[in-house]
């Protein structure tokens, strides 16, 4: 026995000799007193090292002999903070800690690092530090509340947008004058007015996004989201019988308007490989854009969707029917009213089409337009169009389509190729009944050297040569938003310029339509149609300030229409040149804050004087300026 005791010594004092990352705890002295209460840290821990706290680990006889049962240390891991802010875990505990030799972590989302200062300088808030933590108002470190931890369970997760987007824009459009005894100005003659406006908008965002899922690793199992959205704008012009027919409503107009503008429930229908392939479904109010460029259709509104990837996620495909519902006039946002308007589009991309880097893509787009009329929200009619034949009629179009973005080696591209078809059962130009026939084509060629992207590209929209032949050649979208040559920085994209009731070209896109509206007017394919030829460069300045500069050329395809329209013959081709400049400035690296501005103009060409000189004199240049604020949580 006293040779089994002097071992069992020399066996406790050789431990104690070990080097600390080679063992778990160190045993006290025989003599030592024991802690007065469990647990007792023998050791310091260290992010990879679990501490001693309650019974022990197998351990000689001696040393089991030495300690009390009700004393006996066991395994723990430390428990130190994760990174950002990970609130209170959601896990419940499924199973105690059974010995020593494991302990059961349920939270595998929160197992902590432990605390580093890299450069044991504080963590100061300007340094770009790994492992910092954060706080549930800031968005940039990893956040509970924005999807980097799960908020319920393993596979919840909850993220909250808050935005605010403040537009300020000051331009000069064309603006007709009232009859003479209602004018602005006394004496005032001219058929086109004062051109200058201000207009003001500001949205307020909140995005609740819960879905179930591993997060990035693979497709939600089922997801919901609302966002409600608020609307403040303001317009102040030069002229009357513009913010409302009726010319005592004066100069400015002030509106707001509450929507709830995304609104879905979707759910995982099957995986369709080991390679997280899988097919979903998504129902309700839900964005959708329907190629790389937004040429055709790009809208948030009330649908089903079906979509989903195959070949290890080479080829993704989407099949979604909208039944839209009206836009309120001066916000764009949805209502509840139904539309009576139905747009079924099918598409198919594959990535690495041919050339690695470039993905094609085929679609499909059916667009039924009910026979209806309706007044928007400043009295003004918008079905059916305030032009020619008054009376309501039912366009059914078609669209046949390829598209592609990518690079092929150091050229990057961007096209895209529709055909229309279909039929307009009353066209209020044409006066008759019409068949669609109508194309469309663009392409966008690109090459990067260093930090600047020298681009040029080129936009074809068919135009309609005869307006008594019973066939519509004049291109036109559905609801189209593109980012083409200039996007919105460009002049003749970014404004809405009227004429005769209807808009030669609409807000936000590119065709001259002759459309009312582009939200609530129905298509047009009895139009001019548009040649663009663009030059531009973006230059990043910084990696926090990105410049745009564009100079598209722009000539109407076909102009037949329009001198019927307008009563005047021998209206030329070439719009004008369109030049713009502008910039993106991101101060956090991030899309926290962004602040875009630009400032565009018009130079009249020989086609858009013959339609808007005034009696003396012709038009000048347009100059149009925009400033963009957005802040998001």
């Not at 200062?117 to 509970?144: A, C, E, F, I, T």
């Not at 998504?282 to 989903?308: H, M, P, V």
């Not at 962004?594 to 018009?602: E, I, N, P, R």
């Not at 339609?611 to 100059?623: K, M």
């Amino acid at each position: 026995m006293l040779l089994a005791g002097v071992l069992a010594l020399v066996w406790v004092a050789g431990s104690r000799g070990e080097e600390p990352g080679q063992r778990f705890f160190s045993a006290p002295a025989l003599d030592a007193p024991l802690p007065d209460e469990s647990p007792g840290v023998f050791e310091p821990s260290s992010p990879l090292r679990p501490r001693v706290l309650r019974e022990p680990l197998d351990l000689p006889p001696l040393y089991e002999q030495a300690l009390a049962p009700e004393s006996e240390p066991w395994l723990e891991w430390p428990r130190e903070p994760t990174p950002g802010f990970a609130g209170r875990s959601g896990v419940l505990p499924t199973e105690s800690q059974r010995d020593t030799h494991f302990v059961p972590l349920e939270d595998r989302w929160r197992i902590s690092p432990g605390e580093w200062d890299r450069y044991d300088k504080g963590h100061p808030p300007l340094d770009d530090y790994p492992y910092d933590l954060g706080y549930w108002w800031d968005p940039y470190h990893q956040n509970v509340l924005k999807g980097d931890y799960p908020i319920i369970g393993q596979h919840t997760f909850l993220n909250i947008t808050a935005a605010s987007l403040a537009i300020l824009e000051q331009r000069q459009v064309p603006t007709p004058t009232t009859p003479f005894e209602s004018t602005v100005n006394p004496f005032e003659e001219e058929f086109f007015g004062n051109p200058n406006q201000f207009f003001y908008s500001h949205y307020f965002k909140l995005s609740l996004d819960l879905l179930h899922g591993d997060a990035a690793f693979k497709p939600a199992d089922w997801r919901i989201k609302l966002t409600p959205i608020f609307n403040v704008n303001y317009l102040d012009v030069e002229e009357l019988g513009i913010v409302n027919p009726d010319v005592t409503h004066g100069t400015t107009r002030n509106d707001n308007y509450f929507a709830l503008e995304e609104w879905f429930v979707e759910t995982k229908l099957a995986d369709l490989s080991p390679n997280y392939d899988f097919a979903s479904v998504r129902g309700g109010s839900q964005f959708f854009n329907s190629d790389f460029r937004g040429l055709l259709f790009a809208d948030t509104n009330r649908a089903i969707r079906l979509f989903g990837t195959r070949a290890a996620n080479q080829d993704q495909f989407n099949l979604i029917w909208f039944d839209q519902t009206e836009k309120n006039t001066n916000s764009f946002l949805n209502t509840f009213d139904d539309r009576h308007q139905n747009t079924l589009i099918a598409n198919y991309y594959r990535q690495d089409f041919l050339f690695p880097g470039y993905t094609a893509q085929l679609s499909y787009h059916y667009n039924h337009d009910a026979a209806t009329m309706k007044f928007d929200d400043n009295d003004f009619l918008v079905r059916p169009d305030p032009v020619g034949v008054f009376a309501p009629h039912e366009v059914n179009a078609h669209y046949l389509g390829w598209a592609g973005n990518g690079h092929i080696e150091r050229i990057n591209i961007s096209h895209a190729l529709y055909y229309a078809f279909g039929e307009d059962e009353l066209n209020p130009l044409a006066g008759r009944k019409t068949r669609i026939d109508a194309y469309m084509a663009a392409l966008e060629l690109s090459y990067d050297r260093d930090w600047i992207r020298f681009r040029t590209s080129g936009f074809y929209a068919s135009g309609d040569p005869d307006i008594n032949d019973g066939v519509a050649q004049g291109f036109d979208t559905i609801l189209d938003n593109p980012n083409f040559a200039g996007g919105e920085f460009s002049y003749w994209q970014r404004q809405q310029i009227k004429l005769f009731g209807v808009n030669l070209v609409q807000r936000m896109s590119l065709v001259p339509d002759l459309r009312s509206s582009k939200f609530q007017g129905q298509t047009n394919f009895v139009n001019p149609g548009l040649y663009l030829l663009n030059f531009g460069m973006d230059a990043d300045l910084t990696p926090k300030l990105k410049a745009i500069g564009n100079v598209n050329l722009l000539w109407f395809d076909q102009t037949e229409v329009l001198e019927q329209f307008v009563f005047q013959s021998d209206i030329a081709n070439f719009i004008g040149t369109d030049i713009s400049l502008g910039a993106e400035w991101r101060p956090l690296l991030s899309n926290n804050i962004v602040v875009v501005g630009g400032a565009s103009c018009l130079v009249p060409g020989d086609g858009f004087q013959d339609l808007y000189d005034p009696l003396v004199g012709e038009v000048g240049t347009l100059f149009a300026g925009f400033l963009e604020v957005q802040l998001a949580y």
